[in-house]
């Protein structure tokens, strides 16, 4: 018995070792052009919300009245990937190529399914990058539009490949408040704002390990711990900041492998979220939007707080 199951582990790492080795039809296939005309502009107009008024002091001396609104607008790009320094974007593709002669941690990213319970363990590699285009249409409406370059690498989770697999620098940067997020109950049966992406499972330990039956919201909550990651790097590897924290109930919209409308981060039916989303990579890529709140005039952007999920 123990003999087969040593040779049935080593066929799995030899064969994980192969596919490492393929090349993907995925690598370069988009840009931050072509993603600019991707952007679901809707995930923009229906979030729009005038939340107040305001008054302020005006430079001049006078008052300044101004409408308080707040929308979703596009500000990042996230990838889960199974292949290490592969990447959908083009711009990235020299970044990550660079990196080839670099020493990483960790040489895999395949998955350890876990028949007897009916879960898998899922693993994959995390990047993140700043993407706040300026997009043309008139809406004639007044946009909170956050500021923003249009593209920047931020996080590349193979750089990061100790902390990104083992979780240890949460514990070493503050131990108490990690063995109490690990006595919580689950997310899926009791959600929070906060350190849960609502039903789709806990923003920690932000590493690329989670369990989960389903390999696209495994990815989900992969490259939602990424972009935690770059937005909040103390004792974390990171390429830049990332200035635009995930948060639950703000959106993602998917564009590989499967384009869709954008969805609320932690939106419950999962279902919907993952049906015709599986890749047959590995390999993801969303749009990210944060929701701003702005009065101008009075008060900058500003990202907002997270939230119940509601329809998307």
């Known amino acids: 018995m123990k003999t087969s199951a040593f040779l049935l582990a080593a066929l799995l ?48 001396g006078g008052v300044t ?29 020299a970044i990550t190529k660079g990196l080839g002669s670099v020493p990483l941690y960790g040489t895999t990213s395949s998955h350890t399914p876990n028949s007897a319970d009916g879960t898998g363990l899922q693993f994959a590699e995390g990047h993140v990058f700043e993407f706040v285009p300026q997009l043309v249409f008139d809406s004639g409406l007044p946009l909170a539009k956050p500021r923003g370059r249009q593209f920047a690498v931020s996080y590349l989770s ?31 049966s009791v959600p929070r704002l906060g350190d849960c992406a609502w ?10 390990f989670t369990v989960d039956p389903s390999e696209v919201m495994a990815a989900h909550l992969q490259a939602l711990r990424a972009g935690r990651v770059a937005s ?50 590995g390999a993801y890529l969303w749009i990210h939007f944060g929701v701003f709140r702005e009065c101008k005039g009075c008060m900058p952007v500003t990202l907002t707080e997270p939230r119940v999920p509601a329809g998307p």
């Open 13 to 60: 790492s030899a064969m994980a070792a192969q596919a490492q080795d393929r090349p993907v039809d995925y690598a370069s296939t988009e840009s931050i052009a072509a993603l600019t005309l991707k952007v679901d502009v809707s995930c923009i107009l229906r979030t729009w919300r005038i939340v107040g008024v305001m008054t302020c002091p005006s430079p001049a």
């Open 65 to 93: 009245t101004c409408l308080i609104v707040e929308n979703a607008y596009p500000v990042g790009v996230l990838e889960v990937v199974r292949k290490p320094l592969t990447s959908h974007l083009v711009e990235a593709a």
């Open 158 to 188: 193979e750089l990061d490949g100790y902390f990104w697999r083992t979780g240890i620098a949460e514990m070493l940067l503050d131990p108490v408040a990690a063995a109490k997020k690990a006595l919580l109950p689950s997310c899926s």
């Open 199 to 208: 039903t789709w499972g806990s923003y920690f330990p932000r590493i690329g």
């Open 232 to 281: 909040g790097p103390p004792g974390r590897v990171v390429v830049g900041v990332y200035p635009f924290e995930p948060r639950t109930g703000h959106y993602l919209q998917m564009v590989r492998p499967s384009p869709r409308a954008c969805v609320p981060i932690g939106w419950p039916v999962r279902r919907l979220v993952e049906a015709g989303a599986l890749s047959r990579e």
